[in-house]
């Protein structure tokens, strides 16, 4: 017998010699019965025309097919979106205000459209709108700046506790949290605040501190102190003094036995931590303890 | 002249038609293997996503050996083989007239012959079965299994001695 010629007798291709020798063995009965009962075997039953159906929904969902015959037009149809979504995304960004921010023991000088100049203190931000700027000189601010401002029209700064406006001058607007201050350098400052206006002129001071309005009118220096690296304190609460250095050396301030309501007039250094911290608690009577990032003043 | 767009896959009537072909066989090709239905259907589903994804790459010719090595691969080491649940064609046993002993005893070895099919190796029962129930020349066989026809020969051969074997309990 030749080999598999199992194989081969199925498939009708064994010799008439090979066949009679194999019809002859006692095993070819089962054979035949193999070969024909398996025939009458079948798989599960199986949906062609669904599964191709299904095939055509999976297909939809794929990402759809580059069509060979016509990539430029596909192309052209990305290109298209593509070009409307950058489109859309200009429009909307020229909507939006300008912002500019700084971080703790930060100071930036920002120069606006109209070139008035903003020096922005440590951990303040402004906000302006400056496809609008020449009509509308208005302008956010959550922090301390000093504006020069360049003549022209009515020059806004908004704050939370208050609006500042002035037709061309240079001043100072402090808001901290409770702490509303204004210092006018130069020109004729207008601040509404509380349904009140006060008008400032050259050398005047408008103060606001936990809804205690102070104002004053000999300021001494022809700029704010944090210009020159100093912050400068004019019976300001000593809570406001701590805020202050905590934001100009970015340092955690915590008291323990001081009283933080008691009035500090003074400055201290932006630069010189060793010399702020006694020019604060000096005349304060106060001590301090420096601990890594963390700064803790005590009384006895 | 419309020659280069009907020798492509990516023609929707080629796709479909190397669909209509092959998408049977290759249902049951990976049902002998693994006896699990759903993993059948799936393998169906894609190998045909592949040859779509493909179409360009893949000439109408090679396109059969690609749905079938797609469908065979993504199982590869995956599934254990289940057991294989085969039906008799229902059309054949009515149509038959012998006498009740006759058909009993032709269902009993049919149970036989579906027991002993169960403990075939794997690629002994698919080239069996392929060339059994889907009738596939030998040739077609050891073209979907990536081997020699010698080899299939070789499997048909040892197939058909294991299940006499078993069936006439050696």
Sequence with gaps: MQENYLAKWLNGELTEAELLEFKKSSEYETYLRIAETSQQLEAPIYDEEKAFEALKNRQLLEEPKVVKLQPFKSFLRVAAVAALIMIGAFFYLQTLDESISTGVAENKEIKLPDNSVVSLNADSQITYDEGNWQEERDLKLNGEAFFKVAKGERFTVHTEQGKVSVLGTQFNVKQRSKLFIVDCFEGLVQVDFDGKTKKLSKGMSL?????????SDNLEHLKPAWLAKESSFKSVPLKYVFEEFGRQYNMEVTTKNVDTQKLFTGTFSNTHKELALKSISVPSQIKFKLEGGKVLFYGE | MDTEKTDNVCNEQVYSDIFKANSKTI???IYYKFGNEEKAYDAV??????LWENCGKVSPTRAKSFVYTVAKNLYLNVIKAEKVRLKY???????THETPEF???EEEFGKKLQRALDDLPENQRTTFLLNRIDGKKYAEIAEMEGVSIKAIEKRMHLALKSLREKIDGI
Excluded: M, P
């Design chain 2, 89 to 95: 064609a229902e059309k054949s046993l009515k149509t």
């Design chain 1, 207 to 215: 103060s606001l501190i936990d809804g205690q309005l102070l104002e």
């Design chain 2, 45 to 50: 589903q894609e190998a045909f996503v592949k």
């Design chain 2, 27 to 29: 249902y049951n090709y």
């Design chain 2, 103 to 105: 058909l009993l005893e």
